[in-house]
Each structure stands twice: as structure tokens, then as C-alpha cells.
């Protein structure tokens, strides 16, 4: 595992070790202590000698990638690491498409952005393409490339769930974005963890898109279940997307997976994970992932409740959603 300790990573660590499977884990060791049961290695995969290092310490029968994001360093990797396994794993994003978020139905066939498999400057979902064809390109071997959409479960480190979690559980009136109806389609990493072991004990080869079951949730139940599993007194007000975006709220990080409706977001909630289903990908109900991920959080103090270094910027200010409400309250009618 290059990885391993982090949110997705950390999952499929805990389920290989479930499997019995001996696991050798390479990170820096910063982000998250390394799970009891795995063989550490530490180093940093922008050091080649660190690579030469993990390269000299051992053969495995399957490498799994969850942290690559320049494609020039992923193949720095993949050349050291030829030979020391017949197979390789890469979780990617299905930011590696461009027509996500804004074409209904995108999938495996869609076509990826343009990147060279040695880049090392451009945008998150550009270089996630490159690191795909890095292992595609310059792997000998079996090459398995993993396409998540929306992840959600204990251990996040993103801040989504946990975000909407701390904020329901302080009660009152909170600020709900949007249309309660609207489908969405989140997974659980837990979930994701054990088809990519699947596909990894099997050798597989390609791609899978693994963004869940459409439509296994609505933005009002999600939320919903969120006031459920935190048994608090808080009180959903549901907000017009346009009233929200008069009043300059910031689409995905103020209000975390809220995209107002527009032809740019067509797809946000409907892409395709019908083959990794035909391949034995399943899902778990989203009332489980919501009680897991409250489970876990709870007993963090709230100032604690921080999730690692590449966490993206997510809650709206408290003064800000009062102001909005109250707009809301005193907008004609």
C-alpha cells in the first residue's frame, strides 16, 4: 500500500489485515499513525531514494496506489517498483473525466482529460489522468485503475460528512442548500475498499468507475439522517438554490455537496457504476454510513475535529448562515 493510514487508504489497509493478507505500507508517517498489523515503511514518494529504499525491502504480490497525484512522481514509482510486483493498483477520481459534473451518465467509455504520464503542474482531475496513464503506460504488469466518485464513512478526512455532523449536533436552525428531493449517489469507502481487494486478489485489468448506487439517497434524507444519528434539536430550513447563490454561497465548500441545479451540474449525482456492479461491487444503506461516521466522530472534541492536511475549506460561517436566514425569514412572499 502506497499509503495507508488515510481515510480510503486506511479502509482498505483494515480489510486486507481482515483477509489475513500481510500488508507492507509505505507513507511518510505524518498524517496518521500506520495500523496495528502492517510491515511500515517510511519514506516520502517524492524521494527517489526513499522509493529505492521500499524497492530493496521486499516483493509483494499486489502494489495499491491510493495517494498519487503528479503524474511524474507516480511514474518515478512505477519504474522502481517494475519487477518487485506483477500487479498495480491506482486509485484515481472520477475527476479524471472532464464531462463530469456537467454530462448525465458518464462513465468507463467517457474520455479523459489530456495529461502526459511525466506532468507535474495542472488541476486536480487533469493530473489524476496523468497518474492513470503512468501506470497504464510504464507498469509490467496488470494494471487496475479505480475511479471513486463521492466517498463518505468514518475516518474522513476530507470533512463533509463530519462537517454537516458538527453542525447538526449544535442544534437550532440550520441552513439546508437547495431541494431536499434532489437524488444523490454517495459510497462508502469501506465499500470501495473491499471491491478494489476483489479486484486486486483476481488481477483484474482496466477500469471501474465506483460511485455507488444512483440515487441510494436524497440531499433531505442524508441530512435527515445526520439529525437522526446525532439526536439533535436541529431544525432543517431549506433554501432556494438561487437565493443562495444571490447571497454569494460557495457552491461544494460552504454548504459541503451542495451544487445549485444548473447545465453545468447535470451529472453530479448520475454517473455509472453499473460495471463494478456486474463485477460485484456493493453498497452498504446510507443510514449505516451516517450512524458509523457519527460513531466515530462523536467522541472527538469538536476543536480536535480537524482531518489532515488536504482538507479542503468546508462549513459556512455561523454569522453568515443567521444572516441568510433571516433574509429568508423577510423575503416577500
Known sequence: MIGGSVFLGRA?????????HDVTTFNRGVSRPDLPGVTAVHGDREVP??????????????????????PSVVLDGVRRLNGRAPHYTFISSISAYPEWPGVSGVDESSPRHDCLPDATTGEYGVLKAGCERAVEEYFDGGALIINPGLILGPHENVG???????????????????DPALPMQVIDARDIAAFTLDQAELATTGRYFTS??????????WLNLCVEATASDAELVWVDDQFLLDHDVQQWSELPLWYAASPDATG????SSAKAAAAGLTCRPVRETVQ???AWLRDIPIPDRSFGARILSHGIDPDKEASILAEWDNRPR
Request: net charge negative.
Open 49 to 70: 531514494a526513499d522509493l529505492d529504499r521500499l524497492a530493496e525491502s521486499g516483493t509483494w504480490d499486489r502494489v495499491i496506489d491510493v495517494c498519487g497525484f503528479t
Open 292 to 294: 458509523d461516521t457519527w
Open 212 to 221: 455507488g448506487v444512483p440515487g441510494n439517497t436524497t440531499f433531505g434524507d
Open 12 to 20: 482498505i489497509v483494515e480489510e486486507a489485515l481482515r483477509r489475513g
Open 160 to 178: 463533509r460528512l463530519p462537517w454537516w455532523l458538527t453542525r447538526i449536533q449544535r442544534g437550532g436552525r440550520v441552513l439546508a442548500p437547495g
Open 268 to 271: 453530479v449525482w448520475t454517473p
